[in-house]
C-alpha cells in the first residue's frame, strides 16, 4: 500500500476580487522509503499542493480531493488526530523553519520542550539522549545543546530544523525548499546527509524545490508541476533523462550541466499564465513551441509511456496515447 496517495487534488485561493485556482486535478503516490522531488517555476503550485494535504494552508484557501495516509484521508481528519499525525508520523521542514525558535532560549531547551509538548512527562535524561541522538545524526556537536539560535550558521540552523522535525520519529518527511537559502556548499553536505538519514531511518521523501539538481541528486522520483497542474511524473531516471513533456524540456535547458557539452541555457520563453482564469486547453499552450489548435481548445490528461515498471505519466496531446505524434 502506497504510504500517501493524493487523488484528484484541488486547491482555490478564494478572494474578494477573485479566485485563483492554484492546485488542479493533482494525482501523486507515495510508496515507502520514496524520494519525490516537485519541481517547477516560482508559483506553480509546489508549496500550495504539498501544505494542502497538510492542511496547513490558510483559511483562503478551499481544497477538495482526498490525501490518504496509511489509507486515512488527512482531508476528512478531525483536528486534534491529524496534529498529532503530523509530529509523529509526518514532518515538516520549511525554507525558514528556525524563525519559529525563541532567541532567548538554549537550543536543547527548547528541543526538550518540543518534546514533553508531545511526551508529557518523560524523564529529562531520557530526552537529553534523545536530542544527542538526533545531533549525531544530522552532524551537530553536542555543544549546539548549550547555543542560542544566532550562534548557529545558516546550515546548523537548517540541521537543527531537521532534527527537530526528526524528534518523533516520522515516517513521511517533506522538506519545502528547506536548502535553498544554503550556500552550495553546506547545500549539498545536508543533501548528502539527508540522503543518508533516510536510509538509516527508513522515512520516504517528499522535497519541493524549483532546482532540477536536487532532485536529480537526492531523489527517486519526481513531479513536474506547472500553473497548478501536473505536467510530467515518473522516475528521475526517465523524466530527467528523456523528458517527454515541452515543459520539462524547457525546463531542464534552463539549468546547467556540469558534466555535459556546454550550451546556451535557455529558459522557457513567456509567464506563467493568470491562475484566476481557467484555460479551455493545454495550460502551457501560450508558451509551447508545438501548440496545435486541439492544444488550445481540448485539455490534455495524464496518460502513461513507457512501460509498466516505469509508472511514467506525462499529460500532452502529442506524448503517449493517441495522436502520438512525436512519442
Ligand atoms: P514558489 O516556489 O515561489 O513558492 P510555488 O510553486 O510553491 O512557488 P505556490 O506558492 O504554491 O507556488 O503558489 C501557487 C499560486 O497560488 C501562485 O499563483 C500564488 O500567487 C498563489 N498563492 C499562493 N499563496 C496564496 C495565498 N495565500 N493567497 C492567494 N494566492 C496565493
Ligand atoms: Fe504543447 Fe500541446 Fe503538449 Fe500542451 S498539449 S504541451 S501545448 S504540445
Not at 493524493?6 to 488542479?24: H, L, P, R
Not at 496509511?70 to 478531525?78: A, S, T
Request: net charge neutral; hydrophobic share 40%; proline share 6%.
Amino acid at each position: 500500500m502506497a504510504l500517501l496517495e493524493i487523488k484528484n487534488f484541488n486547491v482555490t485561493y478564494k478572494m474578494k476580487e477573485k479566485e485563483v485556482y492554484a492546485v488542479q486535478d493533482a494525482c501523486l503516490e507515495l510508496e515507502p522509503q520514496d524520494a519525490i522531488g516537485i519541481v517547477g517555476e516560482s508559483g506553480s503550485g509546489k508549496s500550495t499542493l504539498a501544505m494542502g494535504i497538510l492542511r496547513l494552508l490558510p483559511k483562503t484557501a478551499e481544497t477538495t480531493g482526498e490525501a490518504l495516509f496509511e489509507g486515512n484521508d488527512l482531508m476528512q481528519m478531525p483536528p486534534e488526530e491529524l496534529s498529532k499525525v503530523r509530529w509523529n508520523k509526518i514532518a515538516v521542514v520549511f525554507q525558514k523553519s528556525m524563525n519559529a525558535l525563541s532567541p532567548v532560549h538554549k537550543i536543547g531547551k527548547q528541543m526538550e520542550d518540543v518534546y514533553l509538548i508531545h511526551k508529557p512527562g518523560t524523564p529529562k535524561k531520557e530526552i537529553r539522549e534523545r536530542i544527542y541522538e538526533l545531533f549525531r545524526v544530522v552532524n551537530l556537536s553536542d555543544r549546539v545543546y548549550e547555543l542560542y539560535p544566532h550562534e548557529l550558521s545558516g546550515g546548523m540552523m537548517q540541521r537543527i530544523s531537521i532534527a527537530l522535525s526528526l524528534i518523533m520519529n516520522p515516517s513521511l518527511l517533506v522538506m519545502d525548499e528547506a536548502t535553498t537559502a544554503l550556500d552550495v556548499v553546506t547545500q549539498s553536505q545536508i543533501l548528502r546527509e539527508i540522503l543518508q538519514l533516510q536510509e538509516q531511518l527508513h522515512l520516504t521523501r517528499l522535497m519541493i524545490t524549483h532546482d532540477v539538481s536536487v532532485v536529480s541528486s537526492t531523489c527517486n522520483k519526481v513531479v513536474v508541476m506547472y500553473a497548478g497542474r501536473i505536467m510530467e511524473k515518473g522516475r528521475v531516471v526517465d523524466v530527467l533523462v528523456n523528458p517527454r513533456h515541452p515543459y520539462t524540456q524547457g525546463l531542464l535547458k534552463s539549468f546547467p550541466s556540469f558534466h555535459g557539452e556546454k550550451t546556451d541555457l535557455r529558459g522557457i520563453p513567456g509567464s506563467l499564465p493568470d491562475l484566476s482564469v481557467k484555460p479551455t486547453g493545454c495550460v502551457f499552450a501560450p508558451r509551447c513551441p508545438y501548440a496545435t489548435d486541439k492544444c488550445r481548445t481540448q485539455l490534455p490528461q495524464l496518460q502513461s509511456v513507457g512501460d509498466e515498471t516505469q509508472n511514467w505519466q506525462v499529460a500532452c496531446h502529442l506524448v503517449g496515447g493517441e495522436g502520438n505524434e512525436r512519442a
